[in-house]
């Protein structure tokens, strides 16, 4: 992993991306969803779902440093990254993965779930349709009761997405001369270089993105709250896209007061934006 990292990346992230993860792959439902995992198995879990037109390449920067005491898992949704794409996706089916691959990888001792954006509310599907799955959700800057975060992608990337069969790049340079947060927001070069250079993929008609446009076509079961009795963190950005109603419907009639903190300065791309003060908020989870 250590072609990923530019010069300018300071010690602490170069240490955690060239810390190799291992890398394997289960089927759920027909398709092969894969997944990269830090630290024993068997150890208290954390698992880390990354957002939509993302991969679990996302939290490379993020993941070892919690490998010592955790087992650490990070799954590409079907649709993404290296997984399998589907004739339709839903955040049941995604709920289903999430808890298919914390099985395997040995990551459900006490296990807490960090899901950013889109992966926030698979995270809020996962705590309802798999209750003993997890102890703690975090969910960071996660649209809530709306579905526009999901259609953005469509309308802001006609050129960036691919639609089924189409858009190629003729080299890797040319796609990523192309590659887009949505929205946009400053992030750190050298964690937005480390993320882009791991969202192409080569196929026979050249260089793609590594996501299937229409993963957010027909998604309709957007939940709007966790079970009561799951504990909750909100992290979201000064300059994202939670707003205080949002806040306040997610974290309704939970049985403890959920936890929110407000990253100043920060836009919706937080792992991206401001890596190291989102980890402070996962160890005081911890």
């Known amino acids: ?34 997944y990269r995992c830090w630290g024993e198995p068997g150890a208290p879990g954390l698992i880390l779902v990354h957002g939509g037109a993302a991969h679990a390449g996302w939290w ?18 079907s649709g993404h990254g290296d997984s399998d794409w589907r004739d339709a996706y839903s955040l049941g089916i995604w709920a289903d993965e999430v808890a298919a691959v914390a ?33 703690h959700l975090v969910l960071v800057d996660s649209r809530i009761l709306d579905a526009e975060m999901l259609d953005e992608i469509q309308r802001n990337q006609p050129e960036e997405g691919i639609p089924r069969g189409s858009k ?19 992030s750190l070069d050298y964690a937005r270089t480390h993320v882009a250079r791991q969202s192409v993929v080569r196929d026979d008609d050249g260089w793609r ?20 009795s799951c504990r909750l963190s909100v992290v979201y950005g000064e300059h994202g896209v939670v707003t205080p ?8 009639g939970l049985d403890e007061p959920a936890r929110v903190v407000e990253l100043a300065g920060a836009g919706h791309h937080i792992p ?5 003060a989102l980890m402070d908020v996962i160890d005081h989870v911890l």
């Open 1 to 34: 992993m250590s072609t990923n990292v530019t010069a300018d990346a300071p010690e602490w992230f170069r240490t955690a991306v060239e810390t190799e993860p291992e890398h394997s792959s289960i089927i759920v439902h027909g398709a092969r969803i894969t």
């Open 60 to 77: 490379d920067h993020i993941a070892p440093r919690y490998a010592q005491d955790r087992r650490v898992v990070a799954l590409d949704l």
């Open 103 to 135: 099985t395997a990888a040995e990551a459900t001792t006490d296990a807490v779930l960090v899901g950013h954006s889109l992966g926030g509310l698979v995270g809020i599907r996962t705590s309802a349709a798999h209750p003993d799955l997890t102890e």
């Open 168 to 186: 190629h790049y003729p080299s890797p340079e040319a796609a990523l001369e192309r590659f887009r947060l949505v929205p946009d927001h400053p």
């Open 209 to 228: 993105w590594k996501f299937d446009r229409g993963f957010a076509d027909e998604l309709t079961d957007l939940p709007s709250h966790p079970p009561s």
């Open 245 to 252: 109603a949002m806040i306040d419907i997610v974290t309704a």
């Open 272 to 276: 991206l934006e401001q890596p190291l």
